[in-house]
């Protein structure tokens, strides 16, 4: 069984679009989050989700937002697709909740291409 | 502002050798620090976490050393093989409560 499975793996879309990727764990994790991973492979850190307390970095446009529909699933969704949202997005989970220790567990990522 | 550095050069170290990948950082006081590995087209995997009050962490061919005063993890690999090619990455916590990457390293083992 995939541990952090998300869909779909490539996303091809124009800009102005809005769209959704969708993240599953099943490890029975309290803490969520999303990655992106841009063109020079930088991976950054955009949202953690725990108990329904979301913290967002402070660089993330508010066209991103996270949802979650329970504890196993963290969706994100983008409105206005601009050609710099163009990246691998990483959805990742753990078990602290606090991210002080512990591993974090990642899925395959979604390649996003705005055109 | 806070940095981690490693270096994104491809390291080419021949198959059998030991290879090592230096991790450096600015401005953190890290309780631990963790290295991944990823390969091409795939998510990062989680390889050993080493704490502050440590020094050095074994699993199997893989060693990692933490010096919070030179503020330098190494992360050695032992008998390399080619299968161990890929990126690898350091980490600490970071903003939003997840966590910080330095850009990786590229290892390339050459048989």
């Known amino acids: 069984d995939t541990a952090v499975s998300q869909t779909p793996k490539y996303l091809v879309t124009q800009m102005g679009n809005d769209k959704s990727i969708k993240c599953e764990q099943n490890?029975?994790?309290?803490?969520m989050y999303w990655y992106k991973q841009d063109s020079k492979k930088f991976l950054k850190i955009m949202f953690s989700?725990?108990?329904?307390?979301?913290?967002i970095n402070e660089t993330v446009p508010n066209r991103f937002s996270p949802k979650s529909p329970d504890k196993a699933h963290l969706n994100l969704h983008i409105n206005s697709l601009e050609l710099g949202d163009s990246a691998v997005y990483f959805c990742?989970?753990?078990?602290?909740?606090?991210?002080?220790?512990?591993?974090?567990?990642f899925g395959p990522g979604t390649r996003l291409t705005v055109t | 502002s806070q940095k981690i550095e490693q270096n994104s050069e491809a390291l080419n170290i021949q198959e059998g050798k030991t290879a090592t990948l230096t991790c450096n950082y600015t401005?953190?006081?890290?309780?631990?620090l963790q290295w991944y590995r990823q390969d091409p087209g795939r998510g990062p995997v989680f390889l050993l976490l080493?704490?502050?009050?440590?020094k050095e962490k074994r699993k199997e061919r893989l060693k990692v050393t933490f010096d919070t005063t030179l503020k330098q993890s190494l992360f050695h690999i032992t008998a390399s093989q080619p299968a161990d090619s890929a990126t690898y990455l350091c980490?600490?916590?970071?903003?939003?409560?997840?966590?910080?990457f330095g850009k990786g390293t590229h290892l390339i083992i050459q048989p």
């Open positions: 980490a600490l916590r970071g903003g939003a409560d997840g966590l910080t």
């Open positions: 990742a989970s753990s078990q602290d909740p606090t991210a002080r220790a512990g591993e974090q567990y």
């Open positions: 989700y725990n108990n329904k307390e979301l913290i």
């Open positions: 490890l029975g994790h309290d803490t």
């Open positions: 401005n953190y006081s890290p309780a631990y």
């Open positions: 080493i704490r502050e009050n440590e």
